[in-house]
């Protein structure tokens, strides 16, 4: 078993809460990106690297408000100071949340027994976290930094309650598609995906006896109609998919880095699950990594099997100018 690297309780104000379509929970990519952003600030004697991550939420709260009693809930944006001319100034809406988290990232190149090492990483770890942000976030305060036990996961795991532990369902959603298309349904692959959160209800017309004379009912009976699957299921922003072949480096004008190649990429969507801790009984099934198979790179709890959506990328013309 592998050992983690036990980030708990950490205070993080002011971090993203819009992640592509979806809000309400920064997306994956932002906690990856953390811990590929700590490794890499690691010192280099340790000989340690950082893989994977587990996402516990604690508790969130959206800066969100509803400006009438009856309306929609809007982003609580910031106060900027007014322009030279006295007015306000224009900003792109942002949404921002409060969030308390714990983190069980991969440790590899631990040696066992290694006492010196565990210390060092630990205290290197408490000096560069205060440095770092969490997908754009403040951290505020940090409860414990400590090493998981091998063997120990279930106890690790329960140690983490009250909370709510983030797996990968898109497995759910290769399935719902396919149970669509064999039942005859032309259905797209957003809207399967919309039937994970959408609320839905369905009008069954009833007889009555004004029918028997030739007269149709206006009377119906509204069902729930149940979601594909069971469980808190929400949806994620997962990853990236390509959207262009690869470009040759200098090939396409105007990019940030002009030494390596260039892809076109659109955000990629998944469904996750809410699950409390306690239910797990091996935390490998919680850590979330990127998996690449082209045109796709996903976080993932499994390895990817099939992708939903194929992309042909002969439609795309490699002679057409990128200009910006």
């Known amino acids: 078993m592998s050992r983690y690297l036990l980030l708990k309780d950490i205070s993080v104000q002011n971090a993203n809460a819009i992640a592509g379509l979806t809000y309400g929970f920064p ?107 969490i997908a754009g976030g403040q951290i505020t305060q940090i409860g414990s930094i400590s090493l998981t036990n091998k063997e120990e996961d279930k106890k690790v795991l329960r140690h983490l309650m009250p909370g709510f532990i983030l797996l990968d369902r898109s497995e759910y959603l290769t399935e719902h598609v396919k149970n669509k298309h064999e039942q005859g349904e032309q259905i797209s692959a957003f809207d399967a995906w919309c039937d994970f959160y959408k609320l839905k209800y369905r009008a069954t017309r009833t007889e009555s006896d004004g029918e028997e004379q030739g007269e149709l009912s206006n009377k119906a009976k509204w069902e729930f109609v149940k979601k594909p699957q069971m469980g808190y299921l929400v949806p994620i922003m997962s990853g990236f998919c390509a959207i262009s072949p690869l470009y040759e480096a200098g090939k396409v004008d105007n990019v940030r880095d002009t030494t390596v190649p260039v892809a076109f990429a659109e955000a990629a969507y998944g469904v996750g699950e809410w699950m409390s801790p306690h239910r797990l009984t091996n935390i490998d099934d919680a850590i979330w990594r990127y998996e690449h198979c082209e045109p796709w790179y996903v976080a993932k709890t499994k390895p990817f099997i099939d992708p939903i959506i194929e992309l042909f990328m002969d439609e795309f013309d490699e002679n057409a100018a990128m200009k910006f």
């Open 27 to 133: 997306a994956m990519t932002n906690f990856l990106g953390f811990s590929h952003a700590l490794s890499r600030k690691l010192s280099s004697e340790l000989a340690i690297t950082l893989g994977g991550v587990a996402v516990i939420s604690h508790e969130n709260m959206v800066h969100a408000r509803q400006p009438k009693e009856w309306g929609d809930y809007v982003f609580a944006l910031t106060r900027n100071p007014l322009t030279q001319k006295g007015t306000t100034a224009p900003i792109n809406e942002e949404g921002r949340m409060n969030m308390t988290i714990s983190l069980l990232i991969e440790v590899h190149g631990l040696l066992g027994g290694a006492m010196y090492q565990e210390d060092q990483l630990v205290n290197d770890v408490e000096n560069l976290l205060p440095k770092l942000r």
